[in-house]
């Protein structure tokens, strides 16, 4: 094999090599970017729902589901650049993520974290909708925060909790949440009339958030 040979397939090496990490940044970019548009939104809609209360409380779920999100990590820095403040209410058991029996945010790990966010502005959970039936919604408080549901396919790198449509309409007309995020685009911007910077547009082109029914 002569020296030139040598240059040439080493050369050739390198630049797939080049390629491949050039790839697989522009992945990650493109998964990471959306979720951080996520976690900006979603703050500013817990602060809103907040109002003067600058404590949220939040419902993730435990390590065995995976690492602290991206859009969590974007969420508790957007709230401290606005003086408010996030604390765990809840870290869930959510089941397997690999889809093997009942998974989602179960009802006793819910209305703890209601109980304990009593004195919160808001709740926003990561853990996606709780599974409440009937009696289990008999039991939640008749007064609590305004609670925020995050139900989209994915974190930003950890699977999120979808839901049925079904699932979030209920709990939107019986007014448990206030609000859901879930997975495709929207061309309106309900209650972000006015906002068209690139964060927002990148939000919309997306997710979508669903309110309560006026």
Known sequence: MTSSFKLR????????????????????????EPSRAL???????????????????????????????????????????????????KSAQLGSPMGRGEVGLQPDDFLEAVQKAADAGAIVSFAGAPLLRPADAARLPGRHPPILIVATATLGGPLGVRAKPRQLAS???????????????????PGMSGKTDATHELFFQHYSILRQPQ
């Not at 080049?18 to 992945?27: I, S």
């Open 39 to 89: 976690g900006a939104v979603l703050a500013e809609e817990a602060i809103h729902a907040a109002g003067t209360n600058k404590k949220i409380a939040v419902i993730s779920y435990d390590d065995s589901w995976g690492p602290r999100s991206p859009v969590e990590q974007t969420f508790d820095a957007a709230l401290e650049t606005q003086g408010f403040s996030a604390f765990t209410a």
């Open 9 to 32: 397939r080493v050369f050739v090496l390198a630049a797939g090599l080049a390629l491949l990490v050039c790839c697989k940044r522009n992945e990650t970019k493109a998964l990471l």
């Open 171 to 189: 709990l939107l007309e019986a007014k448990i949440i206030q609000a859901a995020i879930v997975n495709g685009s929207s061309e309106s911007a």
